[in-house]
């Protein structure tokens, strides 16, 4: 039986990750869920696996190296699938350090505890021996390359590196270190660097979910400076797939760009949600009176806000035949599906914490 550690799987790409990995493997495989739970982190997401000897959860720091130790002395873990980060733009701008910590610092304590774990004393490579069939995939993002002109240009695997917000510095340290872990120590591992996911289990900081929750509550719909800015959106469980793709498919050593071809301005996403949710509420009721443009409000810019993101998915498709299956009109119709129907999960997130989060990040920017 195949074991994995998953980093920060109580978060949402994270536990989609999981969810894909138990309907796709079933007892075939162990997935060991190393998560602290920040405020980012649901146990909830997980719920349904309680009772499952397949999967164990252990609350840790990945900056705690003793206890990531000892998490490799106890298991024999064959794949590391390292989410676990600080994810969040915004929360960036106003507090850079816990991204430097956690996404730079925790990733290097990662590398070392699976270096030390998998190495062999010695062999035919002067580089480095690793006990064999060992993989580590660090799960990055399309940030690290910066900004593209609109309408112009994608990001390729030899883009080079120009992240601007703290969140995309730290990534694009946290890619440099498992790179530097690669030509140094030819250690066993892959990147993967994918563009803006969505779906189920999206903590409601970020756009979709954003919209969404307020939209069906009657709350303005912050679009930040003009709203013409582009993200390329990939729906959760296809980004899940391509991470499994890699590390079973891919070459090793080897980064893959993952993407759609998806490209849509904020102000778009935007209208789409709003149209759906009203396209998919039964007829009669009452949040349909509220669900409408006049909702929108242009709010100040993110600082140093990027223009545009757009993934060349040709290595991933070409090397390995991995291809988005889910079109964005369905994706999105799943997305607002599962909100509809886990209007609790919503409740229990948007708890005092968020409130304060919220107030904090917004409360100026609507004064503006
Ligand atoms: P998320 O914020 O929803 O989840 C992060 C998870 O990591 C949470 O469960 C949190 O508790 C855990 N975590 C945070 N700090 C930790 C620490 N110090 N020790 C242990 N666990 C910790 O993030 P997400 O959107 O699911 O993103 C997961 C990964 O994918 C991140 O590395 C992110 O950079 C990358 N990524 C995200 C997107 C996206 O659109 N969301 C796109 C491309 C890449
Ligand atoms: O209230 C908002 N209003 C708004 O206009 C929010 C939250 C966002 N936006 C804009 C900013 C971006 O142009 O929407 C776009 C998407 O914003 P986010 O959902 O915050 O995502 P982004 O900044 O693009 O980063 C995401 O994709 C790449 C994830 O958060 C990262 O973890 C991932 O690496």
Redesign the pocket.
């Known amino acids: 039986m195949r074991t994995y550690l998953v980093?920060?799987?109580?978060?949402?790409?994270?536990s989609n990750y999981i969810h894909y990995m138990f309907r796709k493997y079933g007892d075939d495989i162990r997935i060991i869920n190393?998560?602290?739970?920040?405020y980012?982190?649901n146990p909830e997401n997980l719920k349904d696996l309680e009772g499952n000897d397949n999967y164990i959860f252990v609350k840790?720091?990945?900056?705690d190296k003793e206890a990531v130790s000892k998490i490799f002395e106890e298991y024999d873990i064959d794949r590391v699938v390292h989410?676990?980060?600080?994810?969040?733009v915004d929360r960036s701008i106003k507090d850079p350090e816990a991204f430097i910590k956690?996404n730079v610092y925790?990733t290097g304590v990662m590398l070392s505890c699976a270096k030390a774990a998998w190495e062999l004393p010695e062999g035919p490579d002067p580089l480095g021996n690793y006990k064999p069939d060992k993989k580590f995939l660090h799960?990055?993002?399309?940030e690290v390359y910066g900004s593209l002109p609109e309408g112009e240009g994608y990001f390729y695997e030899t883009t080079p590196y120009s992240p601007h917000s703290p969140y995309s510095a730290s990534?694009a340290g946290s890619d440099m270190l498992v790179k530097a872990y690669m030509d140094t120590y030819h250690f066993p591992a892959n990147i993967t660097n994918?563009?803006?996911?969505y779906g189920p289990y999206q903590?409601p900081e970020?756009l979709i979910p954003l919209i969404i929750n307020n939209a069906l509550h009657g709350k303005k719909l912050p679009v930040y400076g003009d709203g013409k800015n582009v993200r390329d959106w990939l729906y959760v469980e296809d980004h899940a797939k391509a991470i499994d793709m890699v590390q079973e498919k891919g070459k090793l050593f080897e980064t893959y760009n993952v993407g759609g071809h998806n490209e849509k301005q904020n102000i778009e996403i935007i209208k789409i949600i709003l149209n759906t949710l009203n396209e998919m509420l039964p007829d009669g009721d009452e949040r349909k009176a509220h669900i409408n443009e006049g909702l929108i409000t242009y709010v100040e810019d993110r600082k140093g806000h990027d223009r545009r993101y757009a993934i060349a998915p040709d290595k991933i498709k070409k090397e390995i035949g991995w291809e988005p299956e889910t079109r964005f009109e369905e994706g999105i119709k799943l997305t607002i599906k599962w909100y509809f129907e886990h209007e609790d999960w919503m409740s229990n997130v948007v708890n005092g914490d968020y409130m304060k989060y919220y107030e904090n990040m917004y409360g100026k920017k609507e004064k503006a």
């Open positions: 980093t920060g799987g109580a978060g949402f790409i994270g190393l998560d602290v739970l920040t980012a982190g840790a720091d990945i900056t989410f676990a980060a600080e994810s969040h956690t925790g799960v990055s993002t399309d990534k994918c563009s803006n996911n903590f970020k």
